[in-house]
């Protein structure tokens, strides 16, 4: 199937509030801005997303304004022991007060109330991310400081409509494979983020959507043969006939791939989310086992209005990839995550 790629500027939303252009790209083509949108302040959805990583831990965070509601959250996950703690701060009604930028090239974040503190800005052609939290784990704080720097020439972009309400759209865009050094402490642990074997990712996502969605979406990260690898894949997420999100990076340069499966084994209860994956796409490009070693959960049921049943699974990547110029990519425990999302808000 033939995907759209977009290769025009200008603004994303017309005059009607509606996606002037499905498709993706591999470096951001539109600028977005709140005045064009044409749905209350309340479904207006922009957040940043964090990972950082080396073979040891990862440390995730996530600011995002929902329009309703505010998030502040952080995760830490420890490989070896394959045990994860998550904390969040939750904002009411903040409406877009939180100061989200609206590009994910320039624009900074500064935000603290009395117990986090976000101060996430651009040093010259890197990333600075600051970061804290009181009480994350019991009486432990977490402190997070990284810089993040050798950002890859291409990254997945992708404008997504929804079929059912014309002003509802998606506007993503993932930089897999930054380059990562520095480090957190959480109580008495410090672990540091080597630059030979840290990397970081960017999870930038500005729009409007509707009540209620499902997605699937994986990321990976590191080296492979003297090489940078990233993957990201995903699919489920609004009206995708336009274009996927699905892209190798080898060194910073992007190789779009078709549609994706995830393969996840289902068993008596269910999916089995610990239970090795494979995953696929439709153009035989795509041959990956996922090894899941931690299931990042977290549910969340408020009288069945507002619900989230997540589940991030970190694990690794074995497998190969067909790149655009017919090579094949071989990759072997290539350090990741893959995601089933479903959330009514």
Known sequence: MSEHRITGTGRLLDEEGRLREPGWASRPPFSYDHADIRAPLWRIKDWDYYL????????????????????????????????????????????GSMGLPASSDVGDIHWANGRCSVDWRHVGPGRRLSFSMRG???????????????????????????????????????????RAWGGFRR????????????????????????????????????????????????YGFGDTRAASENMAF???????LGRVDFGIPVGERGYAYLSPWHVTDDEGRLDLDFDPRIDRTDNIDVAGVIVSRQHQV?????????????????VTGLRGSAEHIYNKY
């Open 52 to 95: 950082v990583n080396d073979e040891r831990y990862a440390v995730a965070l996530t600011f995002g304004d929902l329009g309703y509601l505010g998030l502040v959250s952080a995760s830490v996950l420890d490989f070896s022991a394959r045990t994860f703690k998550t904390t969040s701060e939750t904002v009411p009604l903040p409406l």
């Open 250 to 256: 080898v060194d910073g340069v992007a190789h779009k």
């Open 314 to 330: 970190f694990g690794t990547f074995s497998g190969t990839v067909v790149l655009d110029d017919g090579s094949t990519l071989c």
């Open 187 to 234: 109580g008495a642990l410090f672990h540091r983020f080597s630059r030979d074997d840290s990397f970081g990712l960017l999870d930038w996502g500005r729009g409007v959507w509707t009540y209620e969605n499902t997605w699937y979406w994986a990321a990976a990260q590191g080296r492979q043969g003297g090489h940078v690898v990233g993957l990201n894949l995903g």
């Open 136 to 178: 994350f784990d019991g009486k432990d704080d977490l402190e997070v400081e990284v810089l993040l720097d050798q950002q890859p020439r291409d990254s997945m972009v992708i404008c997504t409509p929804w079929d059912e309400d014309p002003h509802a759209f998606y506007y993503n865009r993932k930089i897999i494979g930054m």
